[in-house]
């Protein structure tokens, strides 16, 4: 493996904006090399500069992909409407070439959410609903396949015999890279009624190690906290 000395790493951050998809990945990648962990931030500082098109990212925002990006740990971001919490998971798959399982608590959420992320270049996003699925019976196995970067679901689909039966592919599996639950607050609150979103653990279980966890919400108490943590398998 080639080793890049920081003074590289930091020169070629300066033209970031006209990186191509594979050396943007290459990049980051080389973060994870230990004479530039210090660099972490700023590769992803920087990085995420050139997806908001030249906005200046949130300090949390930056943390949070950082810690997912380098397997830091598992992940939740409480933070006010508008935040921009999504940006988040919608980069994670850019900049490592793994794909996102976004778990979303409403079908007409998800649709909102695919139409966003496709915005962006280098995303291919699919919803997974009864619907979907109706509409395009190879889904899933364009999803086996790893035709997409993003995949965005409820937790009944999550659940499902086929779904998982799909996610043993040893192909898929190495490639799933996050598992994202946004407006995580419902894990908790819905309980009762969907209990699907309190099996998500078992996702855990199935997938690789060095899978990540990320949730996030504006509306999460210390109570609620700790259930999530615990009915997701968070690390």
């Known amino acids: 493996m080639n080793i890049s000395q920081p003074e590289a790493i930091r020169s070629r951050l300066e033209r970031v904006n006209s990186m191509d998809l594979n050396e943007l990945q290459r990049l980051v990648e080389e973060g994870f090399q230990p004479n530039n962990v210090n660099l972490q931030e700023e590769i992803i500082l920087c990085t995420m500069r050139r997806l908001l098109k030249g906005r200046e990212p949130r300090y949390q925002q930056v943390r949070s992909l950082r810690r997912l990006v380098y397997r830091l740990g598992d992940t939740m971001l409480i933070a006010k409407t508008g935040f921009g919490e999504t940006i988040i998971f919608q980069a994670y798959s850019i900049l490592t070439g793994k794909i996102t399982i976004q778990l979303i608590?409403?079908?007409?959420?998800?649709?909102?959410?695919?139409?966003?992320?496709?915005?962006?270049?280098?995303?291919?996003?699919?919803?997974?609903?009864?619907?979907?699925?109706?509409?395009?019976?190879?889904?899933?196995?364009?999803?086996?396949?790893?035709?997409?970067?993003?995949?965005?679901?409820?937790?009944?689909?999550?659940?499902?015999?086929?779904?998982?039966?799909?996610?043993?592919?040893?192909?898929?599996?190495?490639?799933?890279?996050?598992?994202?639950?946004?407006?995580?607050?419902?894990?908790?609150?819905?309980?009762?009624?969907?209990?699907?979103?309190?099996?998500?653990?078992?996702?855990?279980?199935?997938?690789?190690?060095?899978?990540?966890y990320f949730a996030c919400s504006a509306t999460v108490d210390q109570e609620s906290e700790r259930f999530i943590i615990d009915k997701c398998g968070f690390k």
């Open 105 to 212: 608590p409403l079908c007409t959420l998800g649709k909102a959410q695919a139409e966003s992320l496709n915005r962006f270049d280098d995303v291919n996003a699919c919803l997974v609903t009864a619907e979907t699925k109706s509409n395009d019976p190879e889904l899933l196995q364009k999803i086996r396949r790893c035709e997409y970067t993003h995949i965005l679901l409820g937790a009944e689909q999550a659940a499902s015999p086929e779904f998982r039966a799909i996610l043993l592919d040893p192909q898929l599996k190495g490639r799933i890279g996050l598992v994202a639950i946004d407006e995580c607050h419902v894990i908790d609150q819905w309980q009762d009624f969907r209990s699907e979103f309190t099996l998500i653990y078992e996702l855990r279980r199935m997938l690789s190690t060095e899978t990540v």
